[in-house]
T-cell receptor
Framework: AQSVTQLGSHVSVSEGALVLLRCNYS??????LFWYVQYPNQGLQLLLK??????LVKGINGFEAEFKKSETSFHLTKPSAHMSDAAEYFC???????????FGKGTRLSVIA | GAGVSQSPSNKVTEKGKDVELRCDPI?????LYWYRQRLGQGLEFLIY????????KSGLPSDRFSAERTGESVSTLTIQRTQQEDSAVYLC??????????????FGPGTRLTVL
């Protein structure tokens, strides 16, 4: 069985500040991990994914995430927040192949000018 | 190229009515998924189609929910005798089939269903 926990349903940061969105997973098989972003009234867009190649994964829009097996974590970071980063962020886990994703409940990021 | 499309974008219905939601996946994608996103919740898996294999229906919440897919193209999610708790955004995603790898799922914009 797989599950994802996202700590903090709402995170607020100042423009230019570090963004840190937390994700912890549970998986009985080697996990594949994803971060998706959802802008208001839009579908989900993939930010980045971990597929066991490298533990530090770089994604779009300056985001990156580090897979830490010992901590069962896959936290999302960005050095400097921009107003356009305000959105809902979802962490997800799956097994190998085209299996359905198991999502966390999401974290809403607000960026304050 | 074109992404995943869904119709309608919004649907308001009365309790007890049946609704049909449509998904057009990206051309050439063999896998298709339906998820549900209720207010304040993450996405819940509903059903998964992979090529000509039997669909994985393990996420369907009740027998009022069903889905069909024509070959590797359009899919329709049907909810019979809708209830207020069915109100949610229904998201469709598709992905290519690459054996032994983990493919990205590409999501449509969703259908917002409101049951009065």
């Amino acid at each position: 069985a797989q599950s994802v926990t996202q700590l903090g349903s709402h995170v607020s940061v100042s423009e230019g500040a570090l963004v840190l969105l937390r994700c912890n997973y549970s998986s009985s098989v080697p996990p594949y991990l994803f971060w998706y972003v959802q802008y208001p009234n839009q579908g989900l867009q993939l930010l980045l994914k971990y597929t066991s190649a490298a533990t530090l994964v770089k994604g779009i829009n300056g985001f990156e995430a580090e897979f830490k097996k010992s901590e069962t974590s896959f936290h999302l970071t960005k050095p400097s927040a921009h107003m356009s980063d305000a959105a809902e962020y979802f962490c997800a886990v799956s097994g190998i192949g085209n299996t359905p994703l198991v999502f966390g409940k999401g974290t809403r990021l607000s960026v304050i000018a | 190229g074109a992404g995943v499309s869904q119709s309608p974008s919004n649907k308001v219905t009365e309790k007890g009515k049946d609704v049909e939601l449509r998904c057009d996946p990206i051309s050439g994608h063999t896998a298709l998924y339906w998820y549900r996103q209720r207010l304040g919740q993450g996405l819940e898996f509903l059903i998964y189609f992979q090529g000509n294999s039997a669909p994985d229906k393990s996420g369907l919440p009740s027998d009022r929910f069903s889905a069909e897919r024509t070959g590797e193209s359009v899919s329709t999610l049907t909810i019979q005798r809708t209830q207020q708790e069915d109100s949610a955004v229904y998201l469709c995603a598709s992905s290519p089939r690459t054996s032994g790898r983990v493919d990205t799922q590409y999501f449509g914009p969703g259908t917002r269903l409101t049951v009065l």
